[in-house]
């Protein structure tokens, strides 16, 4: 069994997946006009369907609906969610507290996509259920490296039947701007740098980075009419084949277009960092990066030359420099 801490929250991380956080949550009163006016009132909302029972009645509702992104509120906490004392235990925040335990003490939400089923109107009573469905493997963001947790609720009326569902994904991270910590003495040396984001890698691209890895840049060909893309994809723009090969570029290109990024600073890259489209010379272009020369003295236009390089020990990635340098 390795030591290694990160492996060993992994492992913890992984008994999380797919489990309920607690019982399922009742909310502390039914689907209610008031409640509906103050919100329609704090978000400026004046649609008569919500707020005016005489128009709601001539609607297709046949009286006052809730506004449906009122979802989630039907069921939260009170001002006990201000209270960490008060908070409800749950298997949702003992995750959390396991993560803060390892140093990813923050938490931001980045993703919230709910799903309405019906309309809920005044006297129905939810009842939400959350599961944490999904966590990532470590990333590193611009706020910090960490962890995106996917949970999901599904709320439910008083009969049982799913009214809708809500996915939550919050990024729970070590701030990048804090202190790194002090190297413990049984690490022996300065915190590891982090590593570049993970480009996604699955059954349509799986080849294309296997390929690359060879240290040589492949493109992907229609087998019907020849024609190059890039990104890899299933089927050809032209003519909408799904037969294809691939060729290897011969290593030269053009800017056709580029950015400088200053900021923000991803944790892995360094800044600034000019990010270019290249048109290749077999026809098709490929967003990458341009080094080996100061970003103000790239151009659109100028002449490239492929360098497929190795970064961060276990990825390669192509890069252009200037040709000729
Ligand atoms: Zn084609």
Known sequence: MSSDPKQELERKLKAYVGVETGPPTPAPEPVNESMIRHWCEAMGDENPAYIDAAAAAGTVHGGIVAPPTMLQGWTLMGIEMAD?????????????????????????????????????????????????????????????????????????????????????????????QQPQAAPSATSGGAPAKPTRLKPPRGHDNAWWWDALATGALPIQRCKACGVLRHPPRPMCGACQSVAWDHVFAKGGGTVYSYTVLHHPKFPGYDYPLVCAVIELDEGTRIVSNVVGCAPADVTIGMRVALSVAPVDGGMTLPFFRPAGS
């Open 84 to 176: 960490p004392a008060k908070m409800r235990k749950n298997k949702q925040t003992e995750l959390h507290e396991l993560l803060s335990s390892y140093g990813y003490t923050s938490v931001v939400a980045t993703n919230c996509d709910q799903t309405y089923v019906r309309y809920l109107r005044p006297g129905d009573r939810l009842t939400a259920t959350t599961v944490i469905e999904s966590i990532s493997e470590e990333k590193a963001t611009a706020l910090g490296i960490g962890y995106f947790i996917n949970t999901r609720d599904v709320y439910r009326d008083q009969d049982g039947a799913e009214v809708g569902s809500m996915l939550f994904r919050v990024l729970k991270f070590k701030p990048a």
